[in-house]
């Protein structure tokens, strides 16, 4: 089957989350409270330049204020967190998100855990991961892992008591991911296998997925042989690979090979319109959901 029938369409998904988002937005505004957003880059990766652009331009579009802090390269980690305490404290700001990756000198751990939790909306300081891992409701959940449940549940993919095998244990994206769908919960209770680079047959966990979910960032990893015919495949991997006959020499693939999986998988996302979309919408959601909890809205 060569169809766009099978595709799991991210970017119209991602759409009617912002659209049921809108009144959410406009009910903050008419008590006298805009959502606020702030971005914090540090350096000049021109990757994190787009993500960030890309953001700013989603969060205006739904009448979100956002401001963008950019830190030079050489920053200390101590000026970073001098900055993150400022945003805390500011009231203006609901949400706040440092861009990753950071400079090397810079400790990841140490700035997740300088966001205040509840203006924490990318999810990953560490009360907030704990909570996802206890299945506590209250916390803020990482946008990709989020989005990524979003567009199965939204798919009407069954996760009760499915087999979900994820490619990759990052703290992004695999093990949120993990964390998630093996609660005793609506829209989880799978059984997860989580494989990295030390796992031993690789074909064989992911030939056996109901629910195969690539997020390692190696280019087109996911070939036709290693997934079960019908199975829904989720490529979350962004890799820019060298192309000479593309605009300045390179082009962005997932972490699967989509014209040779599309035809056997059951459900399949696009890359790019799968995913990413998805991480943004989520965002905004944690966003409007972070001013309201400060509204008293919730
Ligand atoms: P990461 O932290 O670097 O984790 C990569 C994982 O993949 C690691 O667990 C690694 O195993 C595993 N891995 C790498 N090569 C492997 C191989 N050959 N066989 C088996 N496992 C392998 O990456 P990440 O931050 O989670 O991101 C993963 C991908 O998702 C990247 O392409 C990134 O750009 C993309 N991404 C996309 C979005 C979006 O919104 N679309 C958001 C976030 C990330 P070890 O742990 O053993 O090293």
Redesign the pocket.
């Known amino acids: 089957m060569t169809s766009s029938t099978n595709l799991i369409d991210g970017r119209a998904i991602a759409a009617q989350l912002l659209a049921e988002l809108a009144p959410r937005v406009a009910a903050l505004k008419a008590r006298g409270v805009e959502p606020g957003l702030a971005f914090v880059r540090v350096g000049e990766d021109p990757a994190s330049k787009v993500y960030v652009g890309r953001k700013e331009k989603a969060c205006a579009e739904l009448g979100i204020r956002s401001e963008t802090h950019v830190l030079p390269e050489m920053a200390l980690e101590v000026e970073l967190l001098a900055l993150l305490q400022r945003l805390n404290a500011d009231a203006r700001w609901h949400g706040i998100l440092v861009q990753f990756p950071l400079p090397r000198h810079i400790r990841p751990a140490a700035v997740s855990a300088a966001v205040a939790p509840h203006k924490d909306v990318d999810g990953f300081h560490p009360l907030n991961m704990g909570r996802l891992l206890l299945g506590e409701p209250g916390g803020f959940e990482p946008?990709?892992p989020a989005?990524i449940r979003e567009l199965l549940v939204r798919s009407n993919v069954p996760l009760d008591g499915a087999e979900v095998v994820i490619?990759?244990?990052?703290?992004?994206?695999?093990k949120p991911l993990a964390a998630m769908l093996c609660q005793k919960a609506p829209h989880a209770n799978a059984t997860v296998t989580l494989?990295?680079?030390?796992?031993r047959d690789?074909k064989g966990h992911c030939r056996r997925a109901d629910v195969l979910v690539a997020?390692?960032?190696?280019p087109e990893?996911v070939k036709a042989d290693m997934v079960k015919p019908g199975a829904v495949v989720i490529d979350?991997?962004?890799?820019r690979v060298p192309d000479p006959a593309a605009r300045g020499g390179s082009r962005l693939v997932?972490?699967v090979n989509f014209a040779a999986v599309q035809p056997i998988a059951g459900k399949i996302t696009p890359?790019p319109g799968?995913?990413?979309p998805?991480?943004?919408a989520m965002l905004l959601r944690n966003t409007v959901r972070a001013a309201e909890l400060a509204a008293g809205l919730q």
């Open positions: 946008c990709t989005g490619l990759g244990r990052g703290n992004i994206v695999g494989c990295h680079s030390a796992t690789l997020a390692m960032g190696v990893f979350v991997g962004v890799n997932g972490d890359n799968g995913v990413g998805m991480t943004i």
